[in-house]
């Protein structure tokens, strides 16, 4: 009113408001006259660091989203990661660990220059996969030269179900006895399967624990249904053992099943203890050249008092051979094998076993790893 403007600043608040003016943009133009100002407000907080340590790599993509439509109808689902080393050394992988057996990675090369790219593949079997929405992990580590390690992540959205296989791993824990067979269901939701049944034409076990049959077909609900046979041969030596269950079919879609097996529990005498590295081995197939492939070298840390009579390695034809037994303690002796390919396994099939065979005294001792097979 009476022409003066409301906000008209006082002689006195104008000043302050040009010293605080000064004051500010002296402070962002000196950094350092900054930070001992707020230094000197609070005297006990910690001094500002800026770390230099990075992970050498960085990957173009951590998380590979689902599609909106659902995928088309493929035993195998097969996504990559694209990485660039921009650390000064070499970078090298030394392990892949997923979180779901349906998962088979491979990676381009194990060691990565300073400034080189790879790929990490990622196939995911679909099989006994439910439908809709489903997320997977991969843990990646590696030494950069520090230990480091980074999680990916897929998510697929997945149609619905076709093949189903119940229970999707075949676990027996505690007592095992021979007198009752465990069965798995072999479920085809496929339309028209009922008309033309997928039929079993093999069935083979990786193991002399147990032994695996077909035990027939039937059809209800329009679902045809495909039976296994699993019995369990005693004893069962100490220790927790891993298998695997191939199931040959006349279906072009799905040659090959691979049924999980895990019996026992990881209970073993405290003077007896027992150590593998890598606790699951790997084997990179040359489909063109077999001669070619590449298998995993793996170290069993197992009693001293054990005598190792034999290794094998299923499918057939996989071949361990021992590169080195010496002793690591009083107690302990390392055997090193190496894994490789003596032919081409059997169509699609992605799962195996390495089998230690040992005796303690009279006693049948085993130490089983598993085996993924990759084809490239």
Wanted: aromatic letters at 6%.
């Amino acid at each position: 009113m009476n022409g003066v403007s409301k906000n008209t600043a006082t002689p006195a608040a104008a000043t302050t408001s040009r010293r605080w003016s000064i004051r500010t943009v002296i402070l962002l133009l000196t950094p350092g006259l900054a930070s001992a100002v707020f230094a000197m407000r609070d005297s006990a907080a910690p001094a500002l660091k800026l770390s230099k340590d990075r992970p050498a790599l960085v990957f173009g993509a951590y998380m590979i989203p689902a599609d909106r439509e659902p995928l088309r109808d493929e035993p195998i689902v097969s996504r990559d990661f694209d990485f660039l080393n921009k650390g000064r050394e070499t970078v090298r992988i030394t392990d892949l660990v997923p979180d779901c057996a349906c998962l088979s990675p491979t990676i381009s090369s194990r060691e990565i220059p300073p400034g080189d790219f790879g790929r990490i593949t990622l196939p995911i079997r679909t099989a006994n996969e439910p439908a809709g929405l489903n997320e997977y992990l991969l843990t990646v580590k590696y030494e950069d030269p520090k230990p480091r390690q980074v999680t990916l992540t897929l998510k697929v959205n997945l149609p619905e179900k076709q093949l189903v296989i119940q229970p999707r791993v075949l676990m027996v824990m505690g007592k095992v006895t021979s007198e009752h067979p465990y069965v798995v269901t072999i479920s085809d939701y496929r339309p028209g399967s009922f008309r033309t049944p997928m039929k079993i034409t093999g069935v083979v076990g990786s193991s002399s624990l147990f032994t695996a049959e077909s035990a027939g077909h039937s059809t209800s609900d329009g679902v045809s249904k495909s039976a296994v046979s699993v019995t369990f041969n005693e004893p069962i030596p100490a220790g927790q053992h891993k298998g695997v269950i191939l199931v040959s079919t006349d279906d072009p879609l799905f040659p090959t099943l691979q049924i999980p097996v895990v019996v026992g529990d990881q209970k073993r005498p405290a003077d007896e203890p027992v150590r593998i590295s890598p606790d699951a081995a790997r084997v990179v197939i040359s489909t063109a050249e077999p001669e070619k492939s590449l298998g995993t070298t793996v170290s069993f840390d197992i009693p001293a008092k054990w005598t190792v009579t034999h290794f094998d390695a299923f499918p057939p034809a996989l071949a361990a051979r021992v590169l080195t037994t010496k002793p690591v303690t009083a107690e302990t002796v390392r055997v090193t094998v190496e894994l490789a390919v003596s032919a081409l396994p059997a169509q699609a099939v992605e799962r195996g076993v390495l089998t230690l065979h040992a005796t303690d005294g009279s006693d049948p001792e085993m130490v089983t790893v598993p085996v993924s097979l990759t084809w490239k």
